[in-house]
């Protein structure tokens, strides 16, 4: 579970207390749905949760023997597969000790984000965790690239945010895909994402894309993805989270060291190539 401690509620009255216990609003939402972004992000399984509880600090409305007085109510935040017996399955995903204290860190991070277009992105991200139709997805998945690398400038918008996907690929420690395969890719999902606000009848063929090794995964899947891989190079790495510094790491040539972040060199001459 996640526990957050030393939070509190205005004490108005006896019985607009009983009420406001049951109300999700009462809890600290943006909190936990950070909590659970970093967790999506950095596992990239899917997730949720279902109860909100407070446990009073020197009160309770009642007693039932010597347990501890808690309060609470239940909420959907999580997948519609989950109802589906989904507890009794064998392969549930886990976490070690060192994983937790990357999703630790990545929370803190999260926690300490103010700007807006990454809690844009953030929400986007806990969406297409909760979708159950890939239009959907897909839809939360650009909107939410879209926050973080767009500008004001709309003209060749697709081709811009390939372009800097595929810079923070060299930035990023997290991207395990060379630049050129990661902005071919991103220009299929929004080939995709085209067809799905368009209406068009060729939206079933772009539904999934066929990677290097001949396997095939989902559009919306591999969308978010890179949301996911964006989120979390762009939380580690303020320095680019204006896309004009994105762009000027690009005509820099994508090579070296730049403030103590290591770039992937190995792939920064097939980017060249591909820029040239």
């Known amino acids: 579970m996640l526990v957050l401690k030393n939070w509190y509620i205005t004490n108005e009255n006896l019985w607009h207390l009983s009420e406001l216990v049951a109300d999700s609003s009462a809890y600290p939402i943006d909190y936990i749905n950070r909590f659970f972004a970093a967790l999506r992000i950095k596992t990239g399984c899917a997730t949720g949760y279902a109860q909100l509880l407070m446990r009073p600090v020197d009160w309770a409305h009642s007693y039932k023997a010597d347990l501890p007085a808690i309060e609470g109510t239940s909420i959907k935040s999580y997948p519609n597969q989950f109802d589906n017996y989904y507890w009794n399955r064998e392969d549930l995903p886990k976490i070690d000790a060192e994983e937790a204290k990357e999703i630790g860190s990545m929370f803190a991070k999260l926690i300490a984000v103010t700007e807006n277009n990454i809690q844009i992105a953030v929400r986007r991200l806990n969406l297409c965790f909760l979708r159950d139709d890939d239009e959907d997805s897909i839809l939360d998945a650009t909107i939410g690239i879209e926050a973080l690398l767009s500008d004001d400038d709309h003209q060749e918008m697709t081709h811009k945010l ?115």
Not at 175 to 196: H, M, N
Not at 210 to 215: F, H, P, R
């Open 162 to 276: 390939a372009m800097r996907v595929a810079a923070l690929s060299i930035v990023a420690k997290n991207f395990e895909t060379p630049p050129a395969q990661v902005l071919k890719r991103i220009k299929d999902i929004y080939s995709f994402r085209s067809a799905v606000v368009h209406g068009s009848t060729k939206a079933s063929k772009k539904r999934e894309i066929v990677l290097k090794d001949n396997s095939v995964i989902p559009t919306s899947s591999l969308a978010l993805q890179y949301l996911r891989l964006v989120l979390e190079a762009l939380v580690n790495n303020p320095k680019y989270r204006k896309p004009a510094k994105i762009d000027e790491f690009l005509l820099s040539g994508c090579t070296g060291y730049e403030d103590g972040v290591t770039c992937r060199v190995k792939h920064a001459q097939d980017f060249e190539d591909l820029v040239r």
